[in-house]
Structure formats: structure tokens, C-alpha cells
């Protein structure tokens, strides 16, 4: 399945979060990964940032798509992830 | 079709954005907005955010579906976007 996973998480997390978040998906943009996952990546994922997040304070939003095939990109501005890819 | 927004740009330009943005979105989360759109509100919107950011500096990612059929949304921590619905 393909994963947007969008953070908003207090400034002491983000880099936790953003290290536990690379491990599976690919940086996209500020707080912002996506990439193809299994089912049991996503659940380990998942449990990984429950114990580095605070649920009371922090907020990890999933978008999970079957297959990219229903979804479309659009850029304005910098791709801020394809460069990282290229640099 | 359904629109999922990021947006990463230079802090002086945060609150233009997110202004614009909302004007044809939810806001859900920091820097993060979703909602149903019709193709010339679509092209509105992009219009309106190409007049506020910084195309060298900025960035801002429209993850775009023809229906939510096929997505599902997964949630860790605080809904933030719904509190504010709610407040």
C-alpha cells in the first residue's frame, strides 16, 4: 500500500519522529513522507512512533492508498524531496 | 476530486498561505489541508498560492484523488483538525 504520513508534533519530537519516519518512507518535505509500505512495515511504523510521540500533544496522520493509481502529484515551488535525491 | 494540501515555505509567507489555502480547504493539521475541490477551484487555488510564495524557496504538494474510495485515513495522537471543527 502507498503511505502519506504528514506530522505535527512538539519542536522536542520532530527529529525523533522524522528519524523513526525515514526508517520506512522517503522525505518529501517538511513533515511530510510517503512511500510504498506492507502491512506489517506500517504496523511497526505505527508502533514506533507511539512510543516516541505524546498522544496528548502530538498529531501523525496516515493517508493510505491501495495503489497510487487512483492519485495524481502536483508541484508549485521547489520539490524539496527530489533534490535530496539528487544532492 | 479530493485534495490533500502540504505546504513548506519561508516563515514569512506561513499565515498568506495557509489564508489562501483555507479559503478552499480544511485546515487538519500544521502546514497540512484537505477537502473536496472542483477542477476550476483547483485551478483558483494554485493560482492565488503562485501570487503568495516564493517558487525558488517554497514548496507545496497537491496530492490529488478523483474520490476518497479509495484512501483510507489513519490517525495517531490528537485530531487536530477536528478539535477545531469542534471549538
Known amino acids: 500500500m ?4 504528514v506530522y505535527d508534533v512538539n519542536v522536542s519530537r520532530v ?23 506492507t ?10 512512533l507511539r512510543r516516541v510521540i505524546n498522544v496528548k500533544e502530538d498529531s501523525v496522520i496516515f493517508y493510505v492508498l491501495r495503489s497510487t493509481k487512483y492519485m495524481t502529484w ?10 535530496e535525491l539528487i544532492i
Open 39 to 48: 502491512k506489517s512495515k506500517m504496523e511497526k511504523l505505527k508502533s514506533e
Open 74 to 83: 502536483e508541484y508549485l515551488g521547489k520539490e524539496k524531496g527530489r533534490e
Open 2 to 5: 502507498y503511505v502519506i504520513m
Open 15 to 37: 527529529t525523533k519522529v522524522l528519524k523513526v519516519g525515514r526508517k520506512y518512507l522517503n522525505w518529501v518535505q517538511n513533515s511530510v513522507l510517503e512511500g510504498e509500505l
